[in-house]
C-alpha cells in the first residue's frame, strides 16, 4: 500500500480510527470523508479530513428513514462524494459500517470498494440468514469484511461468489493493551478512588440495549450479600453515540433500575476514556463483564484478554471454536441468574495467572496489530490488483 491513496469512509468509531492509523502505517495517503474526524487536534502527515452529510439526523446516518428527505440527502451528498473521488482519485475505497455513507459510496459510483461490516450484519447469526432488503445492494460491493470466519462463510451464501469475502478483526496493539505490576494497578486504582480492599466488577460497553447493562446490574444484585465488601459495579459515562437521546434514555432507565433494587450506592459512573486508554480501567477492575448481544466477536473481549484480566462473556453463537470460548468465563445471555452465578465463581475462584497470560498469548497471536496489518495489506493489495481502479 506505500504510495496508494485510500478513501476510508464512515462514522469516527474507534475501529475507523484503527483502521486510519494502519493504512497510515501501511504508506498510504488516507483521505477521510464522515461526519467528524478521528484527528481533532494535529492531523498526522498523509491524513486528511472532509466532511461529508453533517446535516443527516442520527437516524438518517443508520438509515432508519428511507423516505423522500433520505433520498434527497443522498443524491445531493453522493455528488459531492463524487467530486471528492475525482479530486483525490484513490486507489481504493474502504467504508467503516454499512449506513448512509455507504450508500453515498455505492450512489457516487465509488469503486473499488470495500466495506467493513462491523456489527451490521448479526442478524445473519441471530435471524434468518438472507440479506434485509436494506442491504440488498451490498451484492454490487467488491470486498466484505467481516468478523470471525463464520461470519464469513454466512456471507459466502447469501452473496454472489464474485465479492471477496474475509474474515478480519480490527485487532489491537498489544504494546498499549497488557497487565501492569500491583503498585502501577494500585496507583491507577486509587485515582479511580477504589479503596485497596474494595472489589470492582467493569462493564465497560457503550449504552445501547444490545449490551444488557440491566442484566449486569440485575446479577450484580443477586451476587452482592455474597462479594466481599465494598463492592462497586462500574460504568462507563456515554460517549460516543449513533443516537444520544436513545443512549441517555437506555442509561437514565438503568440508573431507576439500580435505584429500585437498593445498590445505586454500588453503582459508580466513570468518565469516557481514550480507546487506547481502556486499559487502565481494565487493569484496575477485578473482574469485566462483556455481555452484549446479539454481537459477533467484540474487539473489548480481545482487549481484556491482553490485560490478562478475567473477563465474563455471553455464550454466543459465533464463539465456539474461537479464543474467546478457550480463554474466557462464558454464561448464557440475557439470563440475570446465570449471570450472577458466573460472578460468584470467577470472583471466589479466580482463573490462575498462567490461564490469564495463555489468553494473551492467544490475542498475541491472531489480533495483534502486527498480525492485523499483514492481512488489511493482503486485502488491500488482492482488490486494488484485481478489481478496476478510479480513472486518474
Same mark, same amino acid.
Given at each position: 500500500?506505500?504510495?496508494?491513496?485510500?478513501?476510508?469512509? /464512515?462514522?469516527? $468509531?474507534?475501529?475507523?480510527? &484503527?483502521?486510519?492509523?494502519?493504512?497510515?502505517?501501511?504508506?498510504?495517503?488516507?483521505?477521510?470523508?464522515?461526519?467528524? $474526524?478521528?484527528?481533532?487536534?494535529?492531523? +498526522?502527515?498523509?491524513?486528511?479530513?472532509?466532511?461529508?452529510?453533517? *446535516?443527516?439526523?442520527?437516524?438518517?446516518?443508520?438509515?432508519?428513514?428511507?423516505?423522500?428527505?433520505?433520498?434527497?440527502?443522498?443524491?445531493?451528498?453522493?455528488?459531492?462524494?463524487?467530486?471528492? %473521488? *475525482?479530486?483525490?482519485?484513490?486507489?481504493?475505497?474502504?467504508?467503516?459500517?454499512?449506513?448512509?455513507?455507504?450508500?453515498?459510496?455505492?450512489?457516487?459510483?465509488?469503486? +473499488?470498494?470495500? %466495506?467493513?461490516?462491523?456489527?451490521?450484519?448479526?442478524?445473519?447469526?441471530?435471524?434468518?440468514?438472507?440479506?434485509?432488503?436494506?442491504?440488498?445492494?451490498?451484492?454490487?460491493? *467488491?470486498?466484505?469484511?467481516?468478523?470471525?470466519?463464520?461470519?464469513?462463510?454466512?456471507?459466502?451464501?447469501?452473496? +454472489?461468489?464474485?465479492?471477496?469475502?474475509?474474515?478480519?478483526?480490527?485487532?489491537?496493539?498489544?504494546?498499549?493493551?497488557?497487565?501492569?505490576?500491583?503498585?502501577?494497578?494500585?496507583?491507577?486504582?486509587?485515582?479511580?478512588?477504589?479503596? @485497596?480492599?474494595?472489589?470492582?466488577?467493569?462493564?465497560?460497553?457503550?449504552?445501547?440495549?444490545?449490551?444488557?447493562?440491566?442484566?449486569?446490574?440485575?446479577?450484580? $444484585?443477586?451476587?452482592?450479600?455474597?462479594? @466481599?465488601?465494598?463492592?462497586?459495579?462500574?460504568?462507563?459515562?456515554? /460517549? &460516543?453515540?449513533? *443516537?444520544?437521546?436513545?443512549?441517555?434514555?437506555?442509561?437514565?432507565?438503568?440508573?431507576?433500575?439500580?435505584?429500585?433494587?437498593?445498590?445505586?450506592?454500588?453503582?459508580?459512573?466513570?468518565?469516557?476514556?481514550?480507546?487506547?486508554?481502556?486499559?487502565?480501567?481494565?487493569?484496575?477492575?477485578?473482574?469485566?463483564?462483556?455481555?452484549?448481544?446479539?454481537?459477533?466477536?467484540?474487539?473489548?473481549?480481545?482487549?481484556?484478554?491482553?490485560?490478562?484480566?478475567?473477563?465474563?462473556?455471553?455464550?454466543?453463537? $459465533?464463539?465456539?471454536?474461537?479464543?474467546?470460548?478457550?480463554?474466557?468465563?462464558?454464561?448464557? +445471555?440475557?439470563?440475570?441468574?446465570?449471570?450472577?452465578?458466573?460472578?460468584?465463581?470467577?470472583?471466589?475462584?479466580? @482463573?490462575?495467572?498462567?490461564?490469564?497470560?495463555?489468553?494473551?498469548?492467544? %490475542?498475541?497471536?491472531?489480533?495483534?496489530?502486527?498480525?492485523?496489518?499483514?492481512?488489511?495489506?493482503?486485502?488491500?493489495?488482492?482488490?486494488?490488483?484485481?478489481?478496476?481502479?478510479?480513472?486518474?
Amino acid at each position: 500500500m506505500k504510495g496508494k491513496r485510500l478513501l476510508l469512509t /464512515g462514522y469516527a $468509531t474507534p475501529q475507523l480510527t &484503527r483502521h486510519v492509523e494502519y493504512a497510515l502505517d501501511l504508506g498510504a495517503t488516507v483521505l477521510h470523508a464522515g461526519y467528524r $474526524t478521528v484527528h481533532p487536534v494535529k492531523p +498526522p502527515a498523509g491524513y486528511i479530513f472532509t466532511p461529508i452529510a453533517q *446535516d443527516a439526523t442520527p437516524g438518517m446516518r443508520l438509515r432508519h428513514e428511507r423516505g423522500q428527505a433520505y433520498q434527497e440527502l443522498v443524491g445531493r451528498e453522493a455528488q459531492r462524494l463524487r467530486a471528492l %473521488v *475525482d479530486e483525490f482519485r484513490p486507489d481504493l475505497c474502504h467504508t467503516i459500517g454499512i449506513d448512509l455513507i455507504f450508500d453515498l459510496c455505492l450512489a457516487g459510483g465509488v469503486r +473499488p470498494l470495500l %466495506v467493513s461490516a462491523l456489527g451490521f450484519l448479526n442478524y445473519l447469526v441471530y435471524e434468518k440468514a438472507e440479506l434485509k432488503q436494506d442491504d440488498r445492494n451490498l451484492t454490487m460491493v *467488491d470486498g466484505l469484511i467481516v468478523g470471525p470466519p463464520m461470519m464469513a462463510d454466512i456471507a459466502h451464501k447469501v452473496l +454472489p461468489a464474485t465479492i471477496h469475502i474475509e474474515p478480519l478483526m480490527v485487532g489491537l496493539d498489544c504494546r498499549h493493551f497488557h497487565s501492569v505490576d500491583s503498585a502501577t494497578r494500585a496507583k491507577w486504582r486509587r485515582a479511580l478512588n477504589l479503596s @485497596p480492599e474494595s472489589l470492582a466488577i467493569l462493564s465497560p460497553r457503550g449504552w445501547a440495549r444490545g449490551y444488557n447493562h440491566e442484566y449486569i446490574v440485575r446479577a450484580f $444484585t443477586q451476587a452482592l450479600p455474597s462479594l @466481599p465488601a465494598p463492592a462497586y459495579l462500574l460504568f462507563i459515562a456515554i /460517549g &460516543r453515540s449513533g *443516537d444520544h437521546s436513545k443512549s441517555l434514555a437506555y442509561f437514565e432507565e438503568v440508573q431507576h433500575l439500580a435505584e429500585e433494587l437498593g445498590v445505586n450506592e454500588h453503582i459508580r459512573v466513570l468518565p469516557a476514556f481514550p480507546s487506547q486508554a481502556m486499559a487502565t480501567l481494565y487493569n484496575a477492575a477485578d473482574l469485566v463483564i462483556s455481555y452484549a448481544t446479539p454481537d459477533t466477536f467484540g474487539n473489548t473481549v480481545l482487549e481484556v484478554m491482553a490485560c490478562e484480566r478475567p473477563i465474563i462473556v455471553p455464550a454466543l453463537p $459465533t464463539y465456539p471454536g474461537s479464543i474467546i470460548a478457550d480463554h474466557c468465563r462464558m454464561a448464557p +445471555p440475557k439470563n440475570a441468574d446465570a449471570l450472577a452465578e458466573a460472578i460468584l465463581d470467577m470472583i471466589h475462584n479466580p @482463573p490462575p495467572a498462567e490461564a490469564l497470560s495463555a489468553g494473551r498469548q492467544a %490475542v498475541l497471536m491472531h489480533y495483534d496489530k502486527a498480525v492485523i496489518l499483514r492481512q488489511l495489506e493482503s486485502i488491500y493489495d488482492g482488490l486494488i490488483l484485481s478489481k478496476p481502479a478510479v480513472k486518474r
